[in-house]
C-alpha cells in the first residue's frame, strides 16, 4: 500500500496502489488518476476488442489486452501507459516469455476511445506518447463524431467514417472490422 508522498511515482509504487475505485497512468513520474469508464465508452471499447481478439487467436498473431493492462513506456522517470485496447505480434509476446507487472515496451496497437471528459490535448499526449514509445499504429475511436482515426509515426492522420472500414494493415494483417459496427 502506497503511503502519500511527494516526487515522482515509479511504476512498482503503481502496481502497489490499493483499489480506490479509479485508474491511473504514471506519465513521466506523476500519478495520474483518471475516472472509470461510462458504460458506451466500455461498449465501444470492448465492440473493437472482439473483433481483434476474434481475428488474433483465428490467426495466431499474438495477444490481445483488455483495458487496464499497463504498458511501462519509459524511465526515469517511470512512464505506465493503459490502453482501452492493446495487441502485441507473436513474435515479441513468445520473446519476451512471462512478464510480471508491466509490459515493457509499447504495444504494436493501441486503441483509445475518447471518452466525454476526455480533453483533446490530453487525447493527443497519449497517442505522441504511444507513436514515440514505438506503437505502430493508434487508434482514436471518437463517440462525438462517430469517427475512428488512424495514426501511424511520420504519416499523416487518416479518419474513417461509418462508410468506411477499418484495416490492420500490416500490423494485424487480414483483419476489417466496418466503423459502423463499432457504433452499432
Known amino acids: 500500500m502506497m503511503v502519500a508522498k511527494t516526487g515522482l511515482v515509479t511504476a512498482e509504487e503503481l502496481l502497489d496502489l490499493p483499489d480506490d475505485g479509479y485508474r491511473y497512468e504514471l506519465v513521466r513520474g506523476e500519478l495520474r488518476k483518471m475516472a472509470p469508464a461510462g458504460i458506451y465508452h466500455g461498449e465501444l471499447a470492448l465492440n473493437v476488442a472482439f473483433s481483434l481478439k476474434a481475428h488474433v487467436m483465428a490467426n495466431n498473431l499474438g495477444k490481445v489486452y483488455a483495458a487496464e493492462t499497463g504498458f511501462r513506456i519509459g524511465a526515469n522517470p517511470d512512464h505506465v501507459r493503459a490502453p482501452d485496447v492493446a495487441f502485441i505480434r507473436r513474435e515479441r509476446v513468445e520473446a519476451a516469455g512471462l512478464v510480471e ?57 487518416v479518419i474513417l467514417t461509418e462508410q468506411d472500414t477499418l484495416d490492420g494493415g500490416a500490423v494485424v494483417p487480414g483483419w476489417r472490422l466496418a466503423v459502423k459496427e463499432i457504433f452499432s
Open 101 to 157: 507487472g508491466y509490459w515493457p515496451g509499447a504495444p504494436d496497437l493501441a486503441v483509445e476511445v475518447i471518452s466525454p471528459n476526455d480533453r483533446y490535448t490530453e487525447v493527443e499526449e497519449k497517442v505522441s506518447d504511444w507513436l514515440d514509445a514505438g506503437t505502430l499504429l493508434v487508434i482514436l475511436v471518437n463517440p462525438r463524431n462517430r469517427t475512428v482515426g488512424l495514426r501511424r509515426a511520420g504519416k499523416d492522420p
